[in-house]
DNA sequence: GTCTATATGTTGATAGAC
DNA sequence: GTCTATCAACATATAGAC
C-alpha cells in the first residue's frame, strides 16, 4: 500500500507542476519510475488513478482546511477558511487545472469519475451549510440568510473563479472569496497558517 | 457564406442536444451531410470550428440577452438579464457542456482558442461593470459595492453553477444568481421574455 | 511486480481524384 | 467543393515473459 501513496504523491507533484496536459498515464509512470503498465498494474484504468489522485488530494487538503469549515465556530472562521483555501489553490495551477478538466469530463453521466464528483459536491455543500446554519442559530449569520443556498453558491463561486483565473493569473481568487462572504455580512479572518 | 452559417447552426443543434462528446469533426460533418474533410475544408482545424461555433451562439444571445445587460436602465433590468441568461442555458445542456469543457481545455496558453476565452472574459466583466456603475452612479445600486468585483464575480458565479448542474441537474441555476442579486440588493425582474 | 511488445480504438489532418 | 482513402499520432489497455 505504500507504493500506492509514494505513486499519488508523485503523481500529485508532476501535476501540480506540469498541468494536466502532460498527465498521460505514461508521463506520470515515468517521473515514479515504472512503465506504463507498471503504472496501471496499481490502478487499473486511467480514470481510477485520476480518481485516487483527487482523493488523496482531498484528505490533504480535508486536514488543512475542510476541518476549519467544519468545525468553525466563528463567522469568520468559516469565512477565512475558504480564503485560505483559495489562496492555497492560487498556489497549484496545474492542480486547479486538473480539477476543472477533470470534472467537466466527468459531467456525463457515462464517465468513471461521475459519481466521485455529484458525491463531493454533495458532501462539501452539506457540511457547509450545517456549518453556517449553526452559525445562525448561535446569532452569527444574518437570519435572513439561507445557508443551504450560501452553501452551494460559495463552490460555485469557488469553481467559476478557477476558471477565469486559469485564463488570466491576474484575477485575484481570494480577494473575490473575501468579498463574497462581506457580501453575505461576514468578514472572513484570514491572517495566520491553519494549525495543520 | 452562408454554407458556413448553415454548419454552423446545425453543428449548434447537435451539440446541444447531444453534448461534447459526440461532437467529433465526423460525428458533426455526418449531421450536417458532409465527410469530414469536406467540413475541415470550411474551417481548417477543429478549434477553429469549435470557436466559430461558440462565437455564433454568442451573436445570438448577445441579441437576446446580451443587449439588455449592457443597455439596463434599471437595477432590475440587469439582475433579470442574467436570470434569464441562465434560465436559457438550463435549456441546452450539450451547449453548457461544450462551453465548460472547451473553456477548461483552452486554459492553456498554447491552445488555440485560449484567446478567444480569455478577451470573452474580459469583455463581458468590462461591460457589466460599466452597466453596474452607471446604475451606481444614478442611485440605483448601493454605493458601497464594488461594480469590478461584482462582474467578475457574477460570471464566476455561472460558470460554477453550471459545473454543479452538469454534475447534477436538480441544482436550480437560477434561483441562485436570482439570490445572488439579492444579497447585492437588487430584485431581478424576470418576468416575460426578452424581446428578440 | 515489472517489463516489453502489441492490440485496439479514436481522432484530426492531408493527398489527390472528380 | 466535395469525396474517398489513408496517414499519423496518441493513449489506453492487455498478453505474456521474466
Known amino acids: 500500500m505504500a507504493k500506492r501513496e ?5 503523481a500529485l507533484e508532476v501535476i501540480a507542476r506540469d498541468g494536466y496536459s502532460r498527465a498521460t498515464v505514461r508521463e506520470l509512470a515515468n517521473s515514479v519510475g515504472l512503465s506504463q503498465a507498471g503504472l496501471l498494474h496499481y490502478f487499473g484504468t486511467k ?3 485520476f480518481v485516487e489522485i483527487l482523493r488523496r488530494r482531498d484528505e490533504r487538503d480535508q486536514r488543512a482546511y475542510g476541518e476549519a469549515v467544519g468545525a468553525a465556530g ?5 469565512a477565512g477558511a475558504f480564503v485560505r483555501l483559495v489562496r492555497h489553490n492560487a498556489q497549484v495551477p496545474g492542480f486547479v487545472q486538473l480539477f476543472t478538466r477533470f470534472s467537466s ?3 456525463e453521466e457515462q464517465h468513471p469519475a461521475h459519481a466521485f464528483f455529484r458525491d463531493r459536491y454533495a458532501v462539501s455543500r452539506t457540511i457547509t451549510a450545517d456549518t453556517l446554519r449553526k452559525l445562525q442559530e448561535e446569532g452569527r449569520l444574518s437570519p435572513g440568510l439561507d445557508p443551504e443556498r450560501l452553501a452551494l453558491m460559495v463552490f460555485a463561486l469557488i469553481d467559476g473563479l478557477q476558471m477565469q483565473w486559469l485564463h488570466d493569473p491576474d484575477v485575484d481568487m481570494a480577494d473575490h472569496v473575501a ?3 462581506e457580501l453575505v455580512g461576514l468578514t472572513p ?3 495566520g497558517t491553519p494549525a495543520g
Open 179 to 181: 468579498y463574497f462572504w
Open 6 to 10: 509514494e505513486i499519488l504523491d508523485t
Open 105 to 107: 469530463e466527468a459531467s
Open 74 to 78: 466563528t463567522a469568520a472562521d468559516i
Open 47 to 49: 480514470e481510477q488513478l
Open 189 to 191: 479572518r484570514t491572517g
